[in-house]
């Protein structure tokens, strides 16, 4: 089997290492592209979003490159992510390409199906193989996930401009490389060592922003213009509402979602509305409690559930008096305006900050 799969943020070296270790040859995805964006939209039909036009894209590059197997997953109730896998396997043999297609649903769901795709993965290999490859999978992306979390951290306060984010390439490559656990271990070590040894200013205060929103456009720096790393350099601190190892227990490994989210929320979107509608509204909320200066919603232009959570939006910015930016993208936006957008709404957040100090003073 050689099998390509969407790119999205750091799950990418995760995915070629588990098929890897399951004997099969990985054409693993390079970071999208405009030409990658351009080829899924070409293809697309009108209303797709964003995170669909650029997986097709990087799938027609797969299968360029000589893939033979597509590898997706896919959500359950009323978002429309759960028609893609079948969008794009329609599509991509429209348009004359050969290849097998492993579409996972989410295991509690649909777990019949779910067993029979895992089975075509393993291939020959035991269950308790597979299961130790997915543990040790999880592992690294604790890793990932901890060195997000420490640039997040790092770069607001950074000495030197552009120092962290050299850190964390360097870090991040480290631990890709890493394949058994002892090698993970050490590689995790020494990258956070290597992110530790960022010069910073300690005492430095910045400006703090949860980013909340559509999960693809979260976690891939290209679907959101690199949005964590432009504010980070503007002096903010951020703190994405979903990381991977997060989304995989509340969302992969549980049919409730992350239930402190949606129990916030409930005042004001008591129902499911798709993908991650309600927990953007209960998101808001929960960093206005946290003392977070700014909210800052990503989302797939035409996105439904994020439409929803955005109609209420002034009436939760009002209530809990925290400021919120919503960006929603798609093929047609550009970086210079959402650069544009991002420093105003720094600004925004400074007065902000300014006002409630001299009033508590």
Request: include cysteine; glycine fraction near 10%; proline fraction near 6%.
């Amino acid at each position: 089997m050689k099998a390509t799969f969407g790119h999205m943020g750091t799950l990418t070296p995760i995915i070629e290492m588990v098929l890897e270790d399951l004997g099969h040859e990985p054409v693993t995805p390079n970071r999208p592209t405009r030409r990658t964006l351009s080829l899924g939209a070409k293809y697309a039909p009108e209303f797709a979003c964003i995170p669909f036009k650029i997986v097709q894209g990087t799938y027609i590059e797969g299968l360029e490159r000589g893939a033979d197997t597509l590898m997706s997953g896919g959500g359950y109730g009323p978002c429309r992510a759960g028609l893609y896998g079948e969008l794009h396997d329609r599509i991509l043999r429209d348009l004359g390409y050969d290849f097998d297609f492993i579409f996972f649903w989410p295991p509690l769901r649909k777990p019949g199906h779910f067993y029979r795709q895992m089975q075509k993965l393993k291939g020959s290999h035991s269950w308790r193989y597979l299961w130790k490859t997915i543990r040790k999978a999880y592992g690294k992306l604790s890793v990932f996930d901890d060195l997000e979390m420490a640039a997040q951290r790092i770069r607001p306060r950074e000495y030197k401009h552009g120092s962290t984010t050299r850190a964390f390439d360097q870090a991040f490559s480290l631990v890709s490389r890493a394949k058994t656990g002892p090698e993970i271990a050490e590689a995790g070590e020494e990258a956070r060592q290597i992110m530790s040894s960022v010069p910073y200013d300690e005492c430095k205060k910045p400006l703090r922003v949860g980013i909340i929103g559509e999960i693809y456009v979260q976690l891939e720096p290209f679907a959101n213009f690199f949005v964590e790393e432009q504010l980070g350099n503007l002096g903010v601190e951020v703190q994405r509402s979903i990381y991977l190892t997060s989304y995989t227990k509340h969302d992969v490994l549980s049919t409730k979602g992350d239930m402190g989210s949606r129990k916030l929320a409930m005042p004001y979107l008591s129902q499911k509305v798709g993908g991650h509608g309600q927990n953007s509204v209960g998101d808001i909320i929960r960093y206005s409690k946290l003392g977070f200066d700014g909210v800052v919603q990503l989302a797939p232009f035409s996105c439904i559930p994020e439409i929803v959570a955005k109609s209420l939006v002034p009436q939760l910015s009002k209530d809990y008096g925290i400021p919120v930016l919503t960006l929603f993208i798609d093929e047609q936006t550009g970086a210079a305006g959402v650069q544009t957008r991002l420093e105003a709404f720094v600004d925004l957040m400074e007065q902000s900050r300014s006002r409630k100090t001299n009033v508590g003073a």
